[in-house]
């Protein structure tokens, strides 16, 4: 059973759209929420992270929005560019839990030219 | 640094047979992780090390998975005898766990293919 349910599967954007990726969790524990970006053939690297008592985050074109009551959080890439072209995981983890991430299934994400 | 240094990078072999995993971890980390990567189940945890002693290994499998971390600076993932479920990609991952958010940082991975 996942604990992290993220969608959609897959989604394809135009250069220098918005690819918007969703996740929801059902356990109130978690205390930090990492999104992870994988490029074929390599191991997943962090891109940006919360913690719940903030509602977003933003990092250069990539923000996290987040919705503690709501219980879910979106990792929006502004400007897609080509070289954004990845998977994306969105994890979370309980302070109880400090060396368990369950991870989201992954968003393969394509920008097209 | 390096990073994580894993190898093999790509492993075939048959079924029935041993697959020894490596893993090199980042120097200064005092946590390592095993994952399982397939396109049905997605990034799964098999087991973590903290000060190489393992603290979670409900993740694996089965008995025919087996994880040892006999120093800080080396770990091995074990499969015998594997099967062609065991299909995958395993990455090592490391951490610090001075650090706040305990960032992984996982290695490129080894592919392995069961015939």
């Known amino acids: 059973q996942q604990q992290v349910k993220q969608s959609p599967q897959s989604l394809i954007v135009q250069k220098g759209g918005i690819s918007i990726i969703n996740c929801a969790y059902e356990?109130?524990?978690?205390?930090?929420f990492p999104w992870y970006q994988q490029f074929p053939g390599k191991g997943p690297a962090l891109l940006i992270a919360i913690r719940p008592d903030v509602s977003e985050k933003k990092e250069g074109r990539f923000t996290i929005s987040f919705n503690k009551s709501a219980k879910q959080f979106s990792l929006h890439i502004m400007d897609s560019q080509p070289g954004d072209s990845a998977t994306y995981f969105c994890?979370?983890?309980?302070?109880?839990?400090?060396?368990?991430?369950?991870f989201g299934a992954g968003t393969q994400v394509v920008v097209t030219p | 640094d390096a990073g994580v240094i894993q190898s093999p990078r790509h492993e075939v072999t048959e079924m029935g047979q041993e697959v020894t995993l490596r893993c090199k971890p980042i120097s200064g980390h005092d946590y390592l992780f095993w994952y399982r990567q397939t396109m049905m189940r997605g990034l799964e945890l098999l087991i973590y090390f903290n000060n190489n002693v393992p603290i979670d290994d409900s993740g694996m499998p089965e008995d025919r998975f087996s994880a040892k971390m006999p120093n800080a600076s080396f770990s091995t993932l074990k499969i015998q005898p594997s099967e062609p479920r065991d299909s995958a990609v395993y990455f090592c991952?490391?951490?610090?766990?001075?650090?706040?958010?305990?960032?992984?940082?996982f290695g490129e991975g080894s592919r392995l293919t069961v015939l």
């Open positions: 994890a979370a983890r309980g302070a109880d839990s400090w060396g368990k991430f369950q």
């Open positions: 991952a490391s951490s610090s766990g001075t650090e706040n958010t305990g960032e992984l940082f």
């Open positions: 356990n109130t524990a978690f205390d930090y």
